[in-house]
Protein backbone atom coordinates (compact mmCIF):
# COMPACT_ATOMS: atom_id res chain seq x y z
CA UNK A 1 0.00 0.00 0.00
CA UNK A 2 2.96 2.27 0.35
CA UNK A 3 3.53 2.39 -3.43
CA UNK A 4 0.10 3.09 -4.30
CA UNK A 5 -0.37 7.00 -3.60
CA UNK A 6 2.99 7.38 -5.95
CA UNK A 7 1.71 4.69 -8.57
CA UNK A 8 -1.52 6.90 -8.30
CA UNK A 9 0.29 9.89 -9.11
CA UNK A 10 2.54 8.39 -11.98
CA UNK A 11 -0.73 7.23 -13.49
CA UNK A 12 -1.95 10.85 -13.36
CA UNK A 13 1.35 12.06 -15.25
CA UNK A 14 0.05 9.92 -18.17
CA UNK A 15 -3.43 11.24 -18.15
CA UNK A 16 -2.02 14.74 -17.72
CA UNK A 17 0.21 13.42 -20.87
CA UNK A 18 -3.01 12.39 -22.51
CA UNK A 19 -4.95 15.62 -21.58
CA UNK A 20 -2.03 17.75 -23.52
CA UNK A 21 -3.58 16.49 -26.70
CA UNK A 22 -7.33 16.89 -26.15
CA UNK A 23 -6.91 20.31 -23.88
CA UNK A 24 -5.26 21.98 -26.52
CA UNK A 25 -5.73 22.82 -30.52
CA UNK A 26 -4.43 18.90 -31.57
CA UNK A 27 -7.86 17.58 -33.27
CA UNK A 28 -7.12 14.19 -33.87
CA UNK A 29 -9.91 13.23 -31.08
CA UNK A 30 -11.85 15.60 -32.84
CA UNK A 31 -11.73 13.88 -36.30
CA UNK A 32 -12.70 10.04 -34.20
CA UNK A 33 -15.87 11.82 -32.62
CA UNK A 34 -14.71 11.75 -28.90
CA UNK A 35 -12.59 14.17 -27.22
CA UNK A 36 -15.55 15.42 -24.90
CA UNK A 37 -15.95 11.81 -23.36
CA UNK A 38 -12.13 11.31 -23.16
CA UNK A 39 -11.40 14.79 -22.01
CA UNK A 40 -14.28 14.02 -19.00
CA UNK A 41 -13.25 10.41 -18.57
CA UNK A 42 -9.16 12.02 -18.03
CA UNK A 43 -10.28 15.10 -15.72
CA UNK A 44 -12.15 12.73 -13.63
CA UNK A 45 -9.32 10.53 -13.18
CA UNK A 46 -6.92 13.24 -12.69
CA UNK A 47 -9.21 14.62 -10.13
CA UNK A 48 -9.05 10.96 -8.26
CA UNK A 49 -5.33 10.84 -8.82
CA UNK A 50 -3.90 14.29 -8.07
CA UNK A 51 -6.84 15.30 -5.53
CA UNK A 52 -4.37 14.24 -2.33
CA UNK A 53 -1.20 16.00 -3.97
CA UNK A 54 -3.09 19.18 -5.28
CA UNK A 55 -2.67 21.06 -1.07
CA UNK A 56 0.65 20.43 -1.82
CA UNK A 57 1.21 21.72 -4.85
CA UNK A 58 -0.82 25.05 -4.24
CA UNK A 59 1.67 25.25 -1.18
CA UNK A 60 4.85 24.74 -4.12
CA UNK A 61 2.83 26.98 -6.77
CA UNK A 62 2.05 30.23 -4.32
CA UNK A 63 5.66 30.83 -5.18
CA UNK A 64 5.16 30.28 -9.07
CA UNK A 65 4.77 33.60 -11.41
CA UNK A 66 3.16 31.05 -13.93
CA UNK A 67 0.80 30.08 -11.45
CA UNK A 68 -0.23 33.29 -9.97
CA UNK A 69 -0.51 34.26 -13.56
CA UNK A 70 -2.75 31.89 -14.14
CA UNK A 71 -4.85 32.18 -10.80
CA UNK A 72 -5.13 36.36 -12.37
CA UNK A 73 -6.55 34.89 -15.77
CA UNK A 74 -9.23 32.59 -14.05
CA UNK A 75 -10.47 35.55 -11.50
CA UNK A 76 -10.92 37.45 -14.57
CA UNK A 77 -12.65 34.86 -16.66
CA UNK A 78 -15.05 34.90 -13.61
CA UNK A 79 -15.37 38.31 -12.77
CA UNK A 80 -15.14 39.91 -16.16
CA UNK A 81 -15.60 38.14 -19.32
CA UNK A 82 -17.54 35.36 -17.92
CA UNK A 83 -17.04 32.75 -20.46
CA UNK A 84 -17.77 29.25 -19.18
CA UNK A 85 -15.59 27.54 -21.52
CA UNK A 86 -12.34 29.55 -20.80
CA UNK A 87 -12.93 29.53 -17.57
CA UNK A 88 -12.94 26.15 -17.17
CA UNK A 89 -9.78 25.76 -19.08
CA UNK A 90 -7.60 28.45 -16.54
CA UNK A 91 -8.97 26.46 -13.96
CA UNK A 92 -7.55 23.43 -15.34
CA UNK A 93 -4.51 25.10 -16.36
CA UNK A 94 -4.30 26.50 -12.79
CA UNK A 95 -4.50 23.24 -11.71
CA UNK A 96 -1.94 21.14 -13.33
CA UNK A 97 0.46 23.81 -13.51
CA UNK A 98 0.13 23.94 -9.74
CA UNK A 99 0.93 19.83 -9.36
CA UNK A 100 3.04 19.67 -12.06
CA UNK A 101 5.49 22.73 -10.28
CA UNK A 102 5.54 19.52 -7.23
CA UNK A 103 6.56 17.28 -9.08
CA UNK A 104 9.42 15.26 -8.55
CA UNK A 105 12.12 14.27 -11.13
CA UNK A 106 10.70 10.56 -11.33
CA UNK A 107 7.35 12.00 -11.70
CA UNK A 108 8.23 14.79 -14.24
CA UNK A 109 10.11 12.35 -16.28
CA UNK A 110 6.80 9.77 -16.83
CA UNK A 111 4.73 13.31 -17.46
CA UNK A 112 7.39 14.28 -20.02
CA UNK A 113 8.18 10.41 -22.19
CA UNK A 114 4.34 10.15 -22.28
CA UNK A 115 4.15 13.60 -23.73
CA UNK A 116 7.17 12.92 -26.02
CA UNK A 117 5.84 9.15 -26.69
CA UNK A 118 2.25 10.74 -28.14
CA UNK A 119 3.87 13.49 -29.88
CA UNK A 120 6.68 11.34 -31.69
CA UNK A 121 3.61 8.83 -32.34
CA UNK A 122 2.25 11.49 -34.90
CA UNK A 123 5.25 13.18 -36.11
CA UNK A 124 6.61 9.97 -37.55
CA UNK A 125 2.90 9.41 -38.81
CA UNK A 126 3.07 12.69 -40.49
CA UNK A 127 6.67 12.26 -41.59
CA UNK A 128 4.94 9.36 -43.67
CA UNK A 129 2.01 12.04 -44.61
CA UNK A 130 4.78 13.80 -45.71
CA UNK A 131 6.20 11.31 -48.20
CA UNK A 132 3.07 9.53 -49.78
CA UNK A 133 1.74 13.43 -50.66
CA UNK A 134 5.20 13.80 -52.75
CA UNK A 135 5.04 10.85 -54.16
CA UNK A 136 1.39 11.23 -54.77
CA UNK A 137 0.40 14.84 -54.85
CA UNK A 138 -3.36 14.09 -56.19
CA UNK A 139 -4.15 12.77 -52.85
CA UNK A 140 -3.17 16.11 -51.16
CA UNK A 141 -7.01 17.38 -51.52
CA UNK A 142 -7.92 14.45 -49.26
CA UNK A 143 -6.35 15.93 -46.59
CA UNK A 144 -7.46 19.61 -46.71
CA UNK A 145 -7.95 20.83 -43.33
CA UNK A 146 -11.50 22.41 -44.35
CA UNK A 147 -12.39 19.04 -45.13
CA UNK A 148 -12.48 17.70 -41.52
CA UNK A 149 -13.78 21.29 -39.93
CA UNK A 150 -17.77 19.78 -38.37
CA UNK A 151 -20.50 20.28 -40.56
CA UNK A 152 -23.82 21.01 -39.39
CA UNK A 153 -24.04 17.70 -37.63
CA UNK A 154 -20.71 17.85 -35.53
CA UNK A 155 -19.22 15.31 -37.43
CA UNK A 156 -15.84 15.43 -39.54
CA UNK A 157 -15.63 14.01 -43.50
CA UNK A 158 -13.08 11.77 -44.08
CA UNK A 159 -12.92 10.75 -47.98
CA UNK A 160 -10.05 8.97 -47.56
CA UNK A 161 -7.66 6.85 -45.31
CA UNK A 162 -4.35 9.47 -45.80
CA UNK A 163 -6.59 12.17 -44.22
CA UNK A 164 -5.87 9.64 -40.61
CA UNK A 165 -2.45 10.34 -40.89
CA UNK A 166 -2.86 14.19 -40.32
CA UNK A 167 -4.36 17.27 -41.63
CA UNK A 168 -2.38 20.13 -43.96
CA UNK A 169 -3.75 23.31 -45.28
CA UNK A 170 -3.71 22.58 -48.52
CA UNK A 171 -0.86 24.78 -49.42
CA UNK A 172 1.65 23.35 -51.85
CA UNK A 173 5.20 25.03 -51.34
CA UNK A 174 8.55 24.82 -53.72
CA UNK A 175 11.49 24.04 -52.22
CA UNK A 176 14.79 23.21 -54.55
CA UNK A 177 12.09 22.89 -57.14
CA UNK A 178 10.01 20.28 -55.59
CA UNK A 179 6.52 20.95 -54.52
CA UNK A 180 5.61 19.59 -51.27
CA UNK A 181 2.31 20.20 -49.15
CA UNK A 182 3.14 21.45 -45.88
CA UNK A 183 2.19 19.15 -43.03
CA UNK A 184 0.88 20.05 -39.84
CA UNK A 185 -0.85 16.32 -38.31
CA UNK A 186 -4.35 17.26 -36.22
CA UNK A 187 -3.23 20.78 -35.72
CA UNK A 188 -5.12 23.11 -36.72
CA UNK A 189 -2.73 25.24 -38.30
CA UNK A 190 0.99 24.93 -38.80
CA UNK A 191 2.20 27.37 -36.59
CA UNK A 192 1.38 25.17 -33.70
CA UNK A 193 3.93 23.13 -34.70
CA UNK A 194 6.50 24.84 -31.87
CA UNK A 195 4.06 24.08 -28.78
CA UNK A 196 3.03 20.40 -29.86
CA UNK A 197 6.50 18.86 -31.41
CA UNK A 198 9.56 21.31 -31.31
CA UNK A 199 9.37 21.93 -27.62
CA UNK A 200 8.93 18.17 -27.01
CA UNK A 201 11.74 17.63 -28.76
CA UNK A 202 13.82 19.59 -26.93
CA UNK A 203 12.71 18.38 -23.86
CA UNK A 204 13.66 15.13 -24.78
CA UNK A 205 16.67 16.11 -25.23
CA UNK A 206 17.11 16.18 -21.16
CA UNK A 207 16.10 12.63 -21.02
CA UNK A 208 18.44 9.70 -20.46
CA UNK A 209 19.54 6.79 -22.81
CA UNK A 210 17.29 6.15 -26.36
CA UNK A 211 14.70 9.03 -25.62
CA UNK A 212 17.40 11.63 -26.61
CA UNK A 213 16.77 9.92 -30.20
CA UNK A 214 13.11 11.61 -29.79
CA UNK A 215 14.33 15.07 -31.11
CA UNK A 216 15.57 13.49 -34.18
CA UNK A 217 12.16 12.96 -35.59
CA UNK A 218 10.42 15.33 -33.96
CA UNK A 219 12.75 17.80 -35.65
CA UNK A 220 12.45 16.35 -39.04
CA UNK A 221 8.43 16.75 -39.12
CA UNK A 222 8.62 20.50 -38.05
CA UNK A 223 11.27 20.87 -40.76
CA UNK A 224 8.78 19.40 -42.97
CA UNK A 225 5.62 21.89 -42.01
CA UNK A 226 7.93 24.56 -43.46
CA UNK A 227 6.04 26.97 -40.63
CA UNK A 228 7.55 30.28 -40.02
CA UNK A 229 7.56 30.25 -36.56
CA UNK A 230 9.75 27.25 -36.32
CA UNK A 231 12.17 28.75 -38.48
CA UNK A 232 12.08 31.84 -36.86
CA UNK A 233 13.15 30.17 -33.40
CA UNK A 234 16.33 28.59 -35.62
CA UNK A 235 17.32 32.21 -36.82
CA UNK A 236 16.96 33.46 -33.11
CA UNK A 237 19.30 30.25 -32.27
CA UNK A 238 21.80 31.61 -34.80
CA UNK A 239 22.10 34.36 -33.38
CA UNK A 240 22.47 33.38 -29.54
CA UNK A 241 24.51 29.95 -30.46
CA UNK A 242 28.09 31.73 -30.32
CA UNK A 243 27.53 33.07 -27.05
CA UNK A 244 26.06 29.35 -25.52
CA UNK A 245 29.07 27.78 -27.32
CA UNK A 246 31.58 30.42 -25.97
CA UNK A 247 33.68 29.09 -22.94
CA UNK A 248 33.53 32.91 -21.83
CA UNK A 249 29.99 33.30 -22.08
CA UNK A 250 28.72 29.72 -20.79
CA UNK A 251 30.42 30.37 -17.28
CA UNK A 252 28.21 33.34 -17.15
CA UNK A 253 24.82 32.43 -16.38
CA UNK A 254 23.55 35.93 -15.17
CA UNK A 255 24.37 37.24 -18.82
CA UNK A 256 22.98 34.10 -20.23
CA UNK A 257 19.61 35.10 -18.21
CA UNK A 258 19.41 38.38 -18.89
CA UNK A 259 20.50 38.62 -22.33
CA UNK A 260 17.78 37.07 -23.67
CA UNK A 261 14.78 38.27 -21.44
CA UNK A 262 16.53 41.99 -22.26
CA UNK A 263 16.27 41.16 -26.26
CA UNK A 264 12.98 39.92 -25.92
CA UNK A 265 11.93 43.06 -24.13
CA UNK A 266 13.52 45.32 -26.87
CA UNK A 267 11.85 43.35 -29.28
CA UNK A 268 8.40 44.66 -27.89
CA UNK A 269 9.66 48.31 -27.27
CA UNK A 270 10.98 48.30 -31.51
CA UNK A 271 7.59 46.18 -32.72
CA UNK A 272 5.49 49.09 -30.77
CA UNK A 273 7.46 52.08 -31.01
CA UNK A 274 9.54 51.76 -34.20
CA UNK A 275 9.18 50.08 -37.94
CA UNK A 276 12.26 48.33 -37.53
CA UNK A 277 11.23 44.82 -37.57
CA UNK A 278 8.22 45.45 -40.78
CA UNK A 279 11.46 47.63 -42.42
CA UNK A 280 13.75 44.57 -41.69
CA UNK A 281 11.42 42.40 -43.03
CA UNK A 282 10.92 43.84 -46.29
CA UNK A 283 14.92 44.51 -46.76
CA UNK A 284 15.13 40.65 -46.16
CA UNK A 285 12.24 39.17 -48.32
CA UNK A 286 12.21 42.24 -50.89
CA UNK A 287 16.20 41.95 -51.62
CA UNK A 288 16.78 41.12 -54.88
CA UNK A 289 19.66 38.62 -53.93
CA UNK A 290 17.31 36.80 -52.04
CA UNK A 291 14.08 37.29 -53.89
CA UNK A 292 15.88 35.64 -56.73
CA UNK A 293 16.10 32.10 -54.34
CA UNK A 294 12.99 32.08 -53.12
CA UNK A 295 11.49 30.29 -56.08
CA UNK A 296 13.31 27.71 -55.18
CA UNK A 297 12.72 28.17 -51.17
CA UNK A 298 9.21 29.77 -51.72
CA UNK A 299 8.16 28.76 -48.31
CA UNK A 300 10.78 31.12 -46.81
CA UNK A 301 9.09 34.45 -48.52
CA UNK A 302 7.02 35.53 -45.49
CA UNK A 303 6.82 38.48 -45.84
CA UNK A 304 3.29 39.45 -46.33
CA UNK A 305 2.40 37.16 -43.14
CA UNK A 306 5.07 38.61 -40.71
CA UNK A 307 4.03 41.99 -41.97
CA UNK A 308 0.58 41.53 -40.88
CA UNK A 309 1.30 40.50 -37.76
CA UNK A 310 3.07 43.22 -36.54
CA UNK A 311 0.71 45.57 -37.33
CA UNK A 312 -2.10 43.40 -35.70
CA UNK A 313 0.16 43.56 -32.57
CA UNK A 314 0.35 47.30 -33.10
CA UNK A 315 -3.78 47.72 -33.11
CA UNK A 316 -3.98 45.46 -30.39
CA UNK A 317 -1.83 47.52 -27.82
CA UNK A 318 -3.23 50.50 -29.08
CA UNK A 319 -6.74 49.39 -28.50
CA UNK A 320 -6.00 48.63 -24.78
CA UNK A 321 -2.89 51.61 -23.96
CA UNK A 322 -3.37 50.46 -19.93
CA UNK A 323 -3.86 46.84 -20.07
CA UNK A 324 -6.99 44.72 -19.75
CA UNK A 325 -8.83 42.43 -21.32
CA UNK A 326 -9.82 43.98 -24.84
CA UNK A 327 -10.93 40.87 -26.23
CA UNK A 328 -11.12 37.02 -25.51
CA UNK A 329 -9.75 36.61 -28.95
CA UNK A 330 -6.30 38.30 -28.36
CA UNK A 331 -4.24 37.55 -31.58
CA UNK A 332 -1.52 34.77 -31.56
CA UNK A 333 1.32 37.28 -32.59
CA UNK A 334 1.40 38.88 -29.45
CA UNK A 335 3.60 36.97 -27.49
CA UNK A 336 3.37 35.59 -24.38
CA UNK A 337 4.50 39.02 -22.18
CA UNK A 338 2.31 41.06 -24.47
CA UNK A 339 -1.13 38.20 -23.96
CA UNK A 340 -0.39 38.80 -20.51
CA UNK A 341 -0.58 42.19 -20.58
CA UNK A 342 -3.94 42.37 -22.95
CA UNK A 343 -5.44 40.01 -20.28
CA UNK A 344 -3.92 41.35 -16.75
CA UNK A 345 -2.28 44.00 -17.55
CA UNK A 346 0.78 45.01 -15.91
CA UNK A 347 0.86 42.97 -13.14
CA UNK A 348 -0.20 39.84 -15.53
CA UNK A 349 3.34 41.52 -17.85
CA UNK A 350 5.37 41.46 -15.07
CA UNK A 351 4.07 37.33 -13.81
CA UNK A 352 5.20 36.52 -17.24
CA UNK A 353 8.45 38.14 -17.30
CA UNK A 354 9.31 36.51 -13.64
CA UNK A 355 8.40 33.36 -15.56
CA UNK A 356 10.49 33.69 -18.41
CA UNK A 357 13.32 34.95 -16.09
CA UNK A 358 13.13 31.46 -14.35
CA UNK A 359 13.01 29.76 -17.56
CA UNK A 360 16.08 31.64 -18.97
CA UNK A 361 18.04 31.48 -15.21
CA UNK A 362 17.52 27.78 -14.80
CA UNK A 363 18.28 27.00 -18.61
CA UNK A 364 21.91 29.56 -18.54
CA UNK A 365 22.91 27.64 -14.78
CA UNK A 366 22.49 23.94 -16.13
CA UNK A 367 24.61 25.16 -19.16
CA UNK A 368 27.39 26.37 -16.83
CA UNK A 369 26.94 22.82 -14.90
CA UNK A 370 27.43 21.00 -17.54
CA UNK A 371 24.04 19.49 -17.23
CA UNK A 372 22.85 20.61 -20.78
CA UNK A 373 24.34 20.94 -24.19
CA UNK A 374 24.91 24.21 -26.22
CA UNK A 375 22.88 23.45 -28.68
CA UNK A 376 19.83 22.51 -26.55
CA UNK A 377 20.40 25.34 -24.42
CA UNK A 378 20.32 27.75 -26.73
CA UNK A 379 17.57 26.69 -28.97
CA UNK A 380 15.70 26.62 -25.70
CA UNK A 381 16.55 30.30 -24.90
CA UNK A 382 15.52 30.74 -28.65
CA UNK A 383 11.78 29.24 -28.28
CA UNK A 384 11.39 31.48 -24.93
CA UNK A 385 12.81 34.35 -27.40
CA UNK A 386 10.42 33.90 -30.07
CA UNK A 387 7.57 32.51 -27.83
CA UNK A 388 7.89 35.60 -25.95
CA UNK A 389 7.50 38.63 -27.57
CA UNK A 390 6.13 37.28 -31.22
CA UNK A 391 4.56 34.06 -31.55
CA UNK A 392 1.98 32.46 -28.20
CA UNK A 393 0.84 29.59 -31.23
CA UNK A 394 -0.18 26.53 -28.33
CA UNK A 395 1.08 28.29 -25.36
CA UNK A 396 -1.69 30.44 -23.31
CA UNK A 397 -4.35 27.19 -23.59
CA UNK A 398 -4.46 24.64 -20.77
CA UNK A 399 -2.16 22.02 -22.86
CA UNK A 400 0.38 25.19 -23.65
CA UNK A 401 0.08 26.45 -19.70
CA UNK A 402 1.27 22.46 -18.66
CA UNK A 403 4.26 22.11 -20.97
CA UNK A 404 5.62 25.77 -19.81
CA UNK A 405 5.21 24.94 -15.81
CA UNK A 406 7.13 20.91 -16.95
CA UNK A 407 9.72 22.38 -18.59
CA UNK A 408 10.56 24.84 -15.92
CA UNK A 409 10.37 21.79 -13.38
CA UNK A 410 12.72 19.73 -15.97
CA UNK A 411 15.56 22.56 -16.41
CA UNK A 412 15.19 22.34 -12.02
CA UNK A 413 15.56 18.86 -11.89
CA UNK A 414 18.47 19.02 -14.02
CA UNK A 415 20.74 20.04 -11.17
CA UNK A 416 19.99 16.71 -9.20
CA UNK A 417 21.44 14.56 -12.48
CA UNK A 418 25.24 13.45 -12.71
CA UNK A 419 26.47 16.06 -15.43
CA UNK A 420 26.77 15.25 -19.21
CA UNK A 421 28.04 17.04 -22.48
CA UNK A 422 25.01 15.66 -24.92
CA UNK A 423 23.99 18.12 -27.19
Same mark, same amino acid.
Given at each position: ?????????????????????????? =???? !????????????????????????????????? =??????? *??????? !??? #??? #????????????????????????? =????????????????????????? *????????? #? %????????????????????????????????????????????? =??????????????????????????????? %????????????????????????????????????????????????????????????? *?????????? !???????????????????????? +?????????? *??????? #???????????????????????????????????????????????????????????????? @? @???????? +?? @?????????????????
Amino acid at each position: MKGSPRFILSAGCVAAAGLFFTMGQF =EFLD !VLGIKRPVQVLLLLFLAFAWAPFFLLGLRNALH =EPLFLLL *VAFLGIE !VLV #TKD #TLTTIEMAVAASLSAITFSLKDEES =EILLKSIVAISLSFAVLGILQFVIL *VLFPELTPY #T %ISYRLQPEKGGDYHISHPIAYLGMTSGEVRSVLGLLVTRGQSFLR =EPSLITAYFFLPALLSLTLQGKWKLAAVPLV %IFCMLSLTGSFYAVVLIFLVLFPFFRSARFRQRPRFLTWAPLLGSLLAIFLILQTNFFEEL *VTLLFRNPLI !VSQIDLLEFLDRWSSAIGRLQTVK +AYILEAPLGG *VVSSKIP #TAVGLILFSYLKASVLGAGLMVGFLFQVFRENARRLAEGRLGAITAALLAALFCQASFFSIYGL @T @TASGFLIL +AL @TLQRLRHLRERPASAGL
